[in-house]
């Protein structure tokens, strides 16, 4: 018999693809929760019957939740919200009896440029630069507390640069490359932590049926060593380009500037997240697509483009029995025979 499996953030690209992953490859039965129905068009091939929820809301949460055996949470939003949902979700899958809670947390919580030695037992900072840092590692330790007065398990999956088709990472870089706003840090040499989306639906179902490893965090990525020169030299060819043009940045002594402080301190504020929270308009149904782009040089992508330091997989791979079924080669040939389809994103 397979798992009921609610998947929160199921319009998201991670959500997305996990939910694709498990209908095809028939591993559960899958509810989508999301905010508006509207939104789940792009799933409506797959026949599933979505349920409507606010994250903020364990009311409506629980209604959701109810017969669901696990629950993975894969949303995103500001740090405020970030932190604000894991209470209300765990809260509701605990009320609903759901068996376990898989929340997808980040390996950005070790900071976008680990120190070597780096793994999950290494001390978690809630007082970084960057405020999503602070509010993942502070949404992680708010879910084990409230596991140890109730039944819910947790596990936590730490997966890095997420990349595949429809990546924001992928189609980002190409979109840049195309108007010629595109660069690269120090030759694109830093380690890439990178981690194909199939690989991460993959763990997600491991961190949903093995036994025994409740409250336990694991990192997940790509078996391989990966540059960011290896992750954006076959989106440049696939393009019809040459990585070796586009510009390069020497930012070995990269300071943030004030803008940058004012934004992470504003994100650290939980009132000021808030209200901004509070004050965003709403999205309408009918938004024309944004076409995502390379992210501006600053503090957390100095940081990225700089990393020397490979994350270990070793702990997945020894309790959840991890192992990619996608090499980084595979996922490059997936990625550009995607880009290459893709004209309402760019011209090729």
Same mark, same amino acid.
């Given at each position: 018999?397979m798992?009921?499996?609610?998947?929160?953030?199921?319009?998201?690209?991670?959500?997305?693809r996990?939910?694709?992953?498990?209908c095809? !490859?028939?591993?559960?039965?899958?509810?989508?929760?999301?905010?508006?129905?509207?939104?789940?068009?792009?799933?409506?091939h797959?026949? +599933?019957?979505?349920?409507?929820? $606010?994250?903020?809301?364990?009311?409506?949460?629980?209604?959701?939740?109810?017969?669901c055996?696990? &629950?993975?949470?894969?949303?995103s939003g500001?740090?405020?919200?970030?932190?604000?949902?894991?209470?209300?979700t765990?809260?509701?899958?605990?009320?609903?009896?759901? #068996?376990r809670l &898989?929340?997808l947390?980040t390996?950005?919580?070790?900071?976008?440029?680990?120190l070597?030695?780096t793994?999950?037992?290494?001390?978690?900072?809630?007082s970084q630069?960057?405020?999503?840092?602070?509010?993942?590692?502070?949404?992680?330790?708010?879910?084990? /507390?409230?596991?140890?007065?109730?039944?819910?398990?947790?596990?936590?999956? @730490? *997966?890095? =640069?997420?990349?595949g *088709?429809?990546?924001?990472?992928?189609?980002?870089?190409?979109?840049?490359l195309?108007?010629?706003?595109a660069?690269? &840090? !120090?030759?694109?040499?830093? =380690?890439? !932590?990178?981690?194909?989306?199939?690989?991460l639906?993959?763990?997600?179902?491991?961190?949903?049926? %093995?036994?025994d490893? $409740?409250?336990?965090?694991?990192?997940?990525?790509?078996?391989? @060593?990966?540059?960011?020169? $290896?992750?954006?030299?076959?989106i440049?060819?696939?393009?019809?380009?040459? +990585?070796?043009?586009?510009?390069? =940045?020497?930012?070995?002594?990269?300071?943030?500037? +004030?803008?940058?402080? +004012?934004?992470?301190?504003?994100?650290?504020?939980d009132?000021?997240?808030?209200? =901004?929270h509070?004050?965003?308009?709403? @999205?309408?149904?009918?938004? %024309?697509?944004?076409v995502?782009?390379q992210?501006?040089?600053?503090?957390?992508?100095?940081?990225?483009y700089?990393?020397?330091?490979?994350?270990p997989?070793? /702990?997945?791979e020894?309790?959840l029995?991890?192992?990619?079924?996608i090499?980084?080669? #595979?996922?490059?040939?997936?990625?550009?025979?995607?880009?290459? %389809?893709?004209?309402?994103?760019?011209?090729?």
């Open positions: 018999m798992l009921n499996v609610g998947i929160l953030g199921a319009t998201g690209f991670i959500g997305t996990t939910t694709e992953f498990f095809v !490859n028939k591993l559960a039965e899958i509810k989508p929760i999301v905010r508006a129905s509207s939104s789940l068009s792009h799933l409506k797959l026949g +599933l019957k979505s349920c409507i929820a $606010d994250a903020l809301d364990s009311s409506s949460l629980y209604n959701a939740f109810v017969g055996d696990i &629950v993975i949470y894969c949303i500001n740090p405020w919200f970030l932190k604000k949902t894991v209470a209300s765990y809260q509701a899958a605990e009320k609903a009896k759901v #068996r &898989v929340y947390s390996a950005s919580v070790h900071g976008q440029a680990p070597v030695g793994d999950e037992n290494s001390p978690l900072n809630e630069f960057l405020a999503y840092n602070n509010a993942k590692v502070k949404a992680e330790k708010l879910l084990l /507390k409230l596991r140890q007065k109730r039944n819910t398990e947790i596990v936590i999956l @730490r *997966p890095g =640069i997420v990349t *088709p429809y990546s924001s990472w992928v189609a980002g870089f190409a979109n840049s195309q108007n010629q706003t660069y690269l &840090v !120090n030759q694109g040499q830093g =380690i890439c !932590n990178s981690i194909y989306i199939d690989n639906a993959h763990a997600i179902y491991l961190a949903m049926i %093995t036994p490893v $409740d409250q336990e965090a694991f990192i997940v990525g790509d078996r391989e @060593r990966i540059t960011w020169a $290896d992750l954006y030299d076959p440049a060819q696939a393009l019809g380009k040459s +990585l070796s043009q586009v510009p390069n =940045i020497n930012c070995s002594d990269y300071n943030p500037s +004030l803008k940058e402080y +004012l934004r992470e301190a504003i994100q650290n504020s009132l000021l997240g808030e209200l =901004i509070l004050l965003k308009p709403v @999205r309408s149904s009918k938004k %024309t697509r944004q995502p782009q992210s501006a040089l600053n503090q957390e992508m100095a940081w990225l700089q990393c020397q330091y490979q994350l997989d070793q /702990k997945a020894e309790l029995n991890y192992t990619p079924i090499s980084f080669h #595979r996922g490059c040939e997936y990625m550009t025979e995607w880009l290459k %389809t893709q004209d309402y994103l760019f011209k090729v």
